[in-house]
Antibody
Framework: EVQLLQSGGGLVQPGGSLRLSCEASGFTFSGVALSWVRQAPGQGLEWVSSISGGSGRGSINVFYANSVKGRVTISRDNSKNTLNLQLNSLRVEDTAVYYC????????????WGQGTLVTVSS | QSVLTQPPSASGTPGQRVTISCSGR????????VNWYQQFPGTAPKLLIYSDNQRPSGVPDRVSGSKSGTSASLAISGLQSDDEADYYCSAWDDRLNGVVFGGGTKLIVL
């Protein structure tokens, strides 16, 4: 059974940092592309970032939404079946539930999702 | 402002057929597969349709998807109260190099 178990999140002040993690099981982690999608309170889904399957810096591709580019870093640890999202220079508008998700093929569609974790940016 | 355009709401009575539209451009829907997600309040989205018209295991055949040019549609026939949820279309965008979503459509079963 595919499972994506998220951790991290919480309350942080504007300008602060936070690290989200997503531990996967039930599939061959290293070969699958993974993504982060967020949802602000009462709003729709917004893609944040994707990372290709594979291992080694030379063979991995990463993509970021313009809204977070330069402030966010996606990474994966295939030895621990874990996906990470480092959030820096957080803004009030980054407040959202963040979901990790695995791709069925290439980077889309996203066929399994984590339970979501709330990030609140507030002073 | 979402890259893909959906109506904010749709409605129907039990047993009816409803459709939800999704409009994009050549860099997303025109050149890539469209996917649809269903989301209930407080829960993670669930993949409902992928590759324009394919149903994942467990999704009933009264749910269908179609695509023509830069537009796509989700259809649900034999509407049930359990179908009341938010629905999102999505595709990869070659110009933005990322996944794009529609703004979501709230389906109301009257």
């Amino acid at each position: 059974e595919v499972q994506l178990l998220q951790s991290g999140g919480g309350l942080v002040q504007p300008g602060g940092s936070l690290r989200l993690s997503c531990e996967a099981s039930g599939f061959t982690f290293s070969g699958v592309a993974l993504s982060w999608v967020r949802q602000a309170p009462g709003q729709g889904l917004e893609w944040v970032s994707s990372i290709s399957g594979g291992s080694g810096r030379g063979s991995i591709n990463v993509f970021y939404a313009n809204s977070v580019k330069g402030r966010v870093t996606i990474s994966r640890d295939n030895s621990k079946n874990t996906l990470n999202l480092q959030l820096n220079s957080l803004r009030v508008e980054d407040t959202a539930v963040y979901y990790c998700a695995k791709a069925l093929r290439s980077y889309s569609p996203l066929d399994y999702w984590g339970q979501g974790t709330l990030v609140t940016v507030s002073s | 402002q979402s890259v893909l355009t959906q109506p904010p709401s749709a409605s129907g009575t039990p047993g009816q057929r409803v459709t939800i539209s999704c409009s994009g451009r050549s860099s997303n829907i025109g050149d890539n597969s469209v996917n649809w997600y269903q989301q209930f309040p407080g829960t993670a989205p669930k993949l409902l349709i992928y590759s324009d018209n394919q149903r994942p295991s467990g999704v009933p055949d009264r749910v269908s998807g179609s695509k023509s040019g830069t537009s796509a549609s989700l259809a649900i026939s034999g509407l049930q109260s359990d179908d009341e949820a938010d629905y999102y279309c999505s595709a990869w965008d070659d110009r933005l190099n990322g996944v794009v979503f529609g703004g979501g459509t709230k389906l109301i079963v009257l």
